[in-house]
């Protein structure tokens, strides 16, 4: 869906406030506080119909008021029509119900409401997932899924409902006779195989997709000046002294089971390995094996990012994954995502930047960035850009020009 409004109303600090995109950079600026990560966190609300800063949704509602509104309209280019999306929030006592409309009708199931507003979203707790848990990095990954495959939302929902009546079963929670907890755990690893097999293939198949765009990308990011995303040198640290060596940025799937088994073998792979760790599990009351216990691996120069990248590095490879992303909708003949992208350009400094941002031009469809000052966001020429002042929550078009 290519975005052409926004419209908040009692939504964190903001009371009222509306934006007009155009098709390329809208970029929001003001100090901190000031409600700027707010207009991303209910675009990103309208599209995954959750926030990235909490699972309270009562403290989205503007203090002392009730509900709130988040509108997004624009072209639906899948179905060739104008299209509005709503999400309201209505706060009753220590519950919050989210209502989600489209154009006009209530949407019950979120699987049929997520991605119809396709957004890859970058926040400086993203460079936590590199040093962060394999929790954090398997639910990096899911997310880009759920926008591209609402089956994936579905098989998550059931993967994680098998797997904890399993772990119920190894622990004797409730459970009959022998022979009913043994018919029990076939029935649980059947479906676990199953639908595991089908995360399994997702996750690898997107690593795969993304992994030639990601190297690019970080290369034209976190490269020499003058590098190009086809053959661009990175350096080692993210100051501004001519770089002294080019580490290579890859990504892999880390599958407990190993990572040459082919698509056809994984369901049979998982099941022969759920039944063979049947008797540990149990001693440990848990599952050990299986997509809940796998990894995304990124890698400089082979070795594990969350323990050698600079804070530099780290911002460009995540920055890196998220480009790859966009870039890899073309192959789904998906349009570019909304890449709403909170800070972006602290971390690093002025020469990669720029080198961030002349890739962004040539790649990202539209895109909305927050900045303290426009001054740090140096857009190339050519780029259609609009600014907006965000200060003390309200949201106005500015006008000014920088420098």
């Known amino acids: ?45 309208v599209s995954t119909l959750r926030s990235f800063r909490t699972s309270d949704m009562g403290v989205l509602v503007r203090q002392d008021t009730e509900a709130a509104l988040v509108e997004v309209s624009g072209h639906d280019e899948g179905l060739g029509v104008s299209s509005t999306l709503e999400v309201r929030l209505q706060r009753r006592g220590s519950s919050t119900r989210r209502t989600a409309t489209a154009d006009g009708k209530v949407v019950r199931s979120g699987s049929q409401f997520y991605g119809r507003v396709r957004a890859v979203l970058f926040t400086p707790e993203d460079l936590g997932v590199l040093r962060g848990s394999p929790t954090g990095r398997r639910q990096f990954i899911d997310r880009v899924l759920f926008a591209r495959d609402r089956a994936h939302i579905t098989d998550v929902a059931a993967y994680d409902k098998l797997l904890r009546s399993r772990n119920r079963v190894l622990r004797n929670e409730g459970v009959g006779s022998p022979a009913q907890r043994e018919d029990m755990l076939a029935t649980y690893e059947a479906g676990l195989s199953q639908t595991g097999a089908r995360l399994w293939t997702r996750r690898v198949d997107l690593l795969d997709a993304l992994r030639e765009r990601f190297g690019a990308a970080f ?16 350096s080692a640290e993210s100051s501004g002294s001519p770089p002294t060596h080019v580490p290579r940025a890859s990504l892999r799937y880390g599958c ?130 609009q600014r907006f002042r965000v200060e003390r929550g309200t949201v106005a078009r500015d006008e000014t020009p920088v420098g």
């Open 256 to 385: 407990k089971l190993g990572e040459g088994i082919e698509p056809s073998q994984r369901g049979s792979a998982l099941a022969q390995a759920l039944l063979d760790r049947r008797a540990l599990d149990e001693r440990r009351g848990g599952t050990s094996v299986g997509p809940h216990r796998d990894d995304l691996v990124v890698e400089l120069d082979g070795q594990p990012a969350g323990d050698y990248a600079s804070q530099g590095q780290s911002r460009a490879l995540v920055l890196a994954f998220k480009l790859a992303e966009v870039q890899s909708a073309g192959d789904h003949d998906l349009s570019p995502p909304l890449l709403l992208l909170d800070d972006v350009s602290s971390e690093l400094d002025p020469r990669r930047t720029a080198l961030l941002f002349r890739t962004l031009a040539e790649h990202a469809g539209q895109c909305i960035l927050t900045t303290t000052s426009p001054r740090f966001i140096e857009l190339p020429a050519q780029v259609q850009a």
């Open 1 to 45: 869906m290519l975005v052409r409004g926004v419209k908040l109303r009692d939504y964190r600090n903001l009371a009222e406030a509306s934006l007009e995109l155009g098709e390329g950079f809208t970029v929001l600026h003001g100090h901190n506080g000031a409600g700027k990560t707010n207009v991303l966190e209910a675009i990103y609300l």
């Open 219 to 234: 290369s034209a990011i976190h490269g020499e000046a003058g590098a190009t995303p086809e053959g661009a040198a990175a």
